[in-house]
């Protein structure tokens, strides 16, 4: 058999759409933080010129933190460039998807495979010595490669352990 490696990386403009709209909600909480010079009303309560801008600056400094991840998984996205590779007698997968770690596992040490479906995410989940390697499906370049990996990895898992039966579920 040959050796099949396959594009596996995370979404760099996903992950800037969401650095813009936390920085832009960052940005208002800010803003309305710093401006509150009279009272603030809500539905529920209402806040003095100080307590809202306590509680803007709070909600500030929460949204802060997700828009800095997101522009990291933008920046690691655009940079990073990995593969899941099959060959005879192994697969080979980063760790995650902004990793540069791989893991190396035979096809003889699975023990399940389950694909599932949630939502729109399809996960292939490979079962392993107690642990659990998960691929996804938007970290592919489209689906047909996507499903291209599950077949053939099905297939060397098969061929690996055809003298067992190894439980799964792929439907």
Not at 12 to 22: E, I
Request: charged share 20%; with cysteine; net charge positive.
């Amino acid at each position: 058999m040959q050796t099949l490696t396959y594009q596996y990386k995370a979404r760099s403009l996903m992950f800037f759409a969401c650095f813009l709209l936390t920085a832009a909600i960052s940005f208002s909480l800010y803003y309305f933080g710093v401006m509150a010079k009279t009272t603030v009303h809500f539905k529920f309560f209402t806040l003095e010129p100080f307590a809202a801008i306590i509680f803007f600056s709070l909600l500030m400094f929460i949204t802060v933190p997700t828009a800095l991840f997101c522009l990291y998984a933008t920046y690691r996205g655009l940079t990073l460039s990995q593969e899941v590779t099959l060959t005879d007698t192994y697969i080979r997968t980063p760790k995650n998807g902004f990793s540069t770690i791989h893991r190396t596992i035979r096809y003889d040490d699975i023990y399940g495979i389950n694909y599932q479906k949630v939502g729109a995410q399809e996960i292939i989940s490979i079962h392993h010595h107690n642990q659990k390697t998960e691929l996804l499906k938007q970290m592919c370049r489209n689906k047909a490669e996507f499903e291209s990996l599950r077949e053939n990895l099905v297939k060397r898992v098969d061929d690996a352990t055809s003298d067992w039966k190894m439980p799964r579920n792929l439907t």
